[in-house]
């Protein structure tokens, strides 16, 4: 017979003695004291039972996300069964799990006292004091985040610039994509891929009439370091390039979009660069007294003309295109 010996620790001093997990290492590093204090101050409620401590909730939301837990029914179940993820949240080990309802009353004040939104641009503050920022190029784009309610038809959607709606994008490879739901409109300092400005709307909205307020909630030192904003061509709006350099004095970075766009003159590319009489692309070499200059892409290696660089013009650098 197999006799199982008594442990010589208790369960919560043989967690001590694990090593620490992804998720007690993000909720040990996280401080979410003003998050606590904000959030207690909005909750001034004593109607019905006593409510889980709020720490837990919330790190047991952040869990959500460390784990890729998809929604509540799912956090519960594995909370149920999961005595070390209680115990990492705050719950009692040997306790039971909160609610699905519990959990949808909890976000809905979560979201409604803006403690989240307080707490990441903390988080952003300290990333920028801790030189971890580099800021002098910012990228600015869009993803798709899909409703965990039903979709119902476009016809039904409630246009109240809140709730989930119907969006169309095209992914990385060109393809259209579509989903119910929202948009997260995200600002990112390209060197670290860290976020510095977020804003949620639903997925209808079009990217570029969100630009001016995502911008706005930036804090003025990243405008102040921004030398470059990047973005892909759903962004290529006149406004927007008026606005970065008029306003913050910098440069929008972003690809044309050829939709509407009129046939370009015969000689030129779509964005104004002269073509050789070989059908390439002319290389940009700077300007001088409002006059444009380009040089022969086969002399710089840009590409392997037949033809060489003689037979078309006499001068490698090509005709002058006024500015």
Sequence with gaps: MNIRQNCIFSFEDALKLQPKSKLERIITTLDLEPVLAKFS??????????????YAMLNALIAMRIENISNFTQLVERLSYDPHLRYVCGFEPFGNAPSISSFSRFYSKLAASNCLESLFNSLVKQADEKMLLDLSAVAIDSSKVEAYEKSVPRKH?????????????????GNQVKWFGYKLHIVTDVLSGLPIAIKVTPANVHDSSVVVE?????????????????????????DI???????YKAQAII????????????GLDWDGTP???????????????GVNKFRCPHIL????????????SESNYGSPIPG
């Design 255 to 266: 690809p044309l979009n050829h939709r509407g766009a009129k046939q370009p003159k015969a």
């Design 41 to 54: 101050q909005a909750d001034k409620s004593k109607v019905g039972p006593k409510p889980y401590p709020v």
């Design 157 to 173: 959607v409630v246009e109240d610039g809140q709730s989930a709606d119907w969006g169309v994008k095209r992914d990385t490879n």
């Design 275 to 289: 073509i050789c009489s070989a059908g390439y692309r002319m290389v940009y070499w700077g300007s001088c007294k």
């Design 241 to 247: 390039y008026k606005l970065i350099r008029s306003k």
């Design 301 to 312: 290696g840009k590409c392997d003309c037949p033809y060489g660089s003689a037979w078309c």
């Design 214 to 238: 995502l911008l706005e909630l930036c804090s003025s030192d990243v405008h102040a370091k921004a030398y470059y904003y990047l973005m892909d061509s759903g962004y290529d709006d006149q």
